[in-house]
């Protein structure tokens, strides 16, 4: 079992969520979990949840009690509304919300402590990897998880890849999931998220050490997403 995941990052509104899900066939064994826009989540969790299709949130609050953070939802409001999944670290969430790998730690930890199971993005941008130092800048990136004793989920987003239609090559791909994989004890799973689309999914969902996708831009839509689902 694969775990194919949704980014719909923030579009859609609730009649473009309706029809995705109308729309939504998939015939497959595998996991789908499915980030929507955090006002959505209830509503969908209440008509889609089933064993084998998820809703997930697309990130969290890192404080863990209530309090004066305006604007900001807890893991516990999370669990409240039924949400078993949560994206973290996004590197849009990083660019645009100035996350760093302190702060997605501690998001994981309230996860955690709330039974929600969190993906943890990762990824290294063009100049680090035209550097040469991808590897060292993951290690850094997952420094702090090598403490967690649970099962993690990490996506390998490298942030060139993210919208632009590039794909790492296979060597490239295998390369840095063995490498996430060797820091730790524990079972790891690393799905690779990228302009995933149904033309490459087959074969990225057959690369060694790779344990499903997390996908933007095709998985808005539900035809293209059952597609990858089922490959
Ligand atoms: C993402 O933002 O998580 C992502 C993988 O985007 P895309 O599939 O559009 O590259």
Redesign the pocket.
């Known amino acids: 079992m694969k775990i194919i995941a949704a980014?719909f990052?923030m579009n859609g509104d609730k009649e473009f969520i309706d029809n995705w899900f109308q729309n939504f066939e998939a015939d497959t064994e595998n996991l789908v979990v499915v980030?929507l826009p955090a006002i959505y989540l209830e509503s969908s969790i209440q008509n889609f949840n089933k064993s084998n299709f998820k809703i997930a949130a697309q990130n969290v609050s890192k404080f863990i009690n209530p309090g004066a953070y305006t604007g900001q939802m807890s893991s516990a409001m999370l669990n409240d509304v039924g949400v078993e999944f949560c994206?973290v670290g996004?590197?849009?969430a990083r660019e645009h919300l100035c996350e760093d790998n302190e702060s997605v730690y501690e998001k994981y930890n309230c996860l955690k402590s709330f039974s929600i199971t969190p993906i943890v993005?990762i990824g290294e941008s063009l100049e680090i990897r035209e550097a040469n130092n991808h590897l060292d800048f993951i290690s850094d990136q997952i420094e702090k998880f090598k403490t967690a004793e649970d099962k993690i989920i990490f996506?390998y987003?490298p942030i060139w890849?993210?919208?632009?239609?590039l794909v790492p090559t296979q060597e490239q791909i295998e390369e840095m999931s063995s490498h996430i994989k060797s820091h730790f004890s524990q079972q790891v799973t690393v799905l690779y998220?990228?302009?995933?689309?149904s033309k490459n999914s087959s074969e990225i969902l057959n690369m060694n050490n790779i344990d499903g996708?997390?996908?933007?831009?095709?998985?808005l839509n539900a035809e293209e997403f059952a597609n990858i689902a089922q490959s």
């Open positions: 980014n990052k980030g994206i996004h590197s849009e993005c996506a987003e890849a993210i919208g632009t239609g998220g990228g302009s995933v689309n996708v997390l996908v933007g831009g095709a998985s």
